[in-house]
C-alpha cells in the first residue's frame, strides 16, 4: 500500500541539518525530517551533578519538550514539571548522547542537551537524538578549546523510527503512519553499527522474529544516511 507521503518502505522522510542555529549556546542543531521540526541546543554549564563531584569528570543530560501547538491540537504545557512520557523521552535522549562520549574526564561541567520540538509529524524522539549530537560535538570542541583538552566527544549517534503499517516494513513514520502501526520501534545507534537502545511495542497484535528483523535493516539503512548528513553538518 502506498504511502501518505509517496515514500518507499526503505526511504527517509528529507532531513536537513542546521548547524550552528543558535548563536547564544555552546553547541547548536536544527533539525528537520519531514514534517517534524527540533531545536537542539547544548548548553555548558559549571558544576556537576552530586555523583560526579569530586572526581574531576563531568556529565551530560537532556531537556525535551513540545511547543504548545507543534502538533495538530494545542497541548498545554507542562508548567508542573515533565510529565511521564516526557520523562521517558528525556532518559532516552541523555543515555543515546552519553554513548556518543568518549571520555567524562572534561572537569566538573555539565553539559544540558535542551530539544524542543517546534512542529511534530512523528520521530520527535529520534531526531532530537540526531539533532542533539551535533549541538554535542559542538560544545564538546567549545569546552575542549576552553580547557586545553582533546575532545571528550566521542562517536556519532542517530536515531531513527521503523514500524509496521498494512503488514509493511517501514522506515522513518511520519504521524499518520506511527498512528496507525501495528508494531512500532525506536532505533539508536552509534557510529557505524553499535547498538544503544531498541524500543519496541505491538501497538496491535504481535510481530515475529523474522519482521523484527527487517525493521532492523531498515533501521540500519536509514541511520547510516543520518550519519553521513551530520559528518556533513559538522565538516568531518
Known amino acids: 500500500m502506498p504511502r501518505p507521503d509517496g515514500r518507499t518502505n526503505d526511504q527517509l522522510r528529507p532531513v536537513a541539518l542546521e548547524r550552528g542555529a543558535n548563536p547564544y549556546a555552546e553547541g547548536s542543531c536544527l533539525i528537520r525530517m519531514g514534517g517534524t521540526l527540533v531545536h537542539c541546543t547544548a548548553s555548558v554549564e559549571t558544576g556537576a551533578p552530586p555523583h560526579k563531584r569530586g572526581t574531576g569528570e563531568g556529565w551530560v543530560t537532556a531537556e525535551y519538550s513540545m511547543l504548545p501547538r507543534a502538533t495538530v491540537e494545542r497541548t498545554n504545557r507542562e508548567r508542573q514539571g515533565p510529565g511521564g512520557r516526557t520523562q521517558e523521552i528525556q532518559r532516552l535522549i541523555g543515555r543515546s548522547l552519553r554513548a556518543a562520549m568518549g571520555t567524562f574526564a572534561f572537569g566538573e561541567f555539565t553539559i544540558k542537551v535542551d530539544c524542543d520540538v ?51 516494513p517501514r522506515l522513518d513514520l511520519a504521524y499518520l503512519e506511527d498512528r496507525d502501526a501495528g508494531v512500532d520501534a525506536n532505533i539508536v545507534l552509534l557510529e557505524p553499527n553499535r547498538f544503544v537502545e531498541l524500543q519496541g511495542t505491538a501497538e496491535h497484535g504481535t510481530f515475529s522474529r523474522e519482521e523484527f528483523d527487517d525493521l532492523l535493516v531498515h533501521a540500519e539503512r536509514g541511520i547510516t544516511e543520518l550519519f553521513g548528513a551530520q559528518r556533513k553538518a559538522l565538516g568531518w
Open 118 to 168: 517546534l512542529q511534530a509529524d512523528g520521530g520527535t524522539r529520534t531526531a532530537s537524538i540526531t539533532g542533539g549530537c551535533v549541538a554535542l560535538a559542538d560544545a564538546c570542541a567549545w569546552l575542549a578549546a576552553r580547557q586545553g583538552i582533546p575532545s571528550p566527544f566521542g562517536t556519532l549517534v542517530a536515531a531513527v523510527s521503523v514500524g509496521i503499517v498494512d503488514t509493511e
